[in-house]
Nanobody, 126 residues
């Protein structure tokens, strides 16, 4: 079992930065692939970023490439999403997800993950 708790969301002006954190419980965190997804009002959930269990493989959505970076610290069971140059269209609830090590292609699909956090809201004003 893995429990995930996101933090770091808030209100920021366009062009600003935020760093989201996802703290995971459980002794097997280092064996899990982690992902960030988001859901904007009235829209479907979409993939944002994923990172392999070792941190050696990452992938981000084209819409955030060059602006968002995913990283993890297995020593403190935390995964991060650094978000720079935020845009109003980044406004959404951001969710952290986890599952046993996944191939990168599968890790971009929300249905691949069995564990989800409660989400943290990010609002970007223009």
């Amino acid at each position: 079992q893995v429990q995930l708790v996101e933090s770091g969301g808030g209100l920021v002006q366009a062009g600003g930065s935020l760093r989201l954190s996802c703290a995971a419980s459980g002794r097997t965190f280092s064996t899990y692939a982690m992902g960030w997804f988001r859901q904007a009002p009235g829209k479907e959930r979409e993939f944002v970023a994923t990172i392999s269990w070792s941190g050696g493989v990452t992938a981000v959505a084209d819409s955030v490439k060059g602006r968002f970076t995913i990283s993890r610290n297995n020593a403190n069971n935390t995964v991060y999403l650094q978000m720079n140059n935020l845009k109003p269209e980044d406004t959404a609830v951001y969710y952290c997800a986890a599952d046993v090590s996944l191939p990168v292609v599968a890790a971009t699909e929300g249905n691949s993950y069995g564990y989800w956090g409660q989400g943290t809201r990010v609002t970007v004003s223009s």
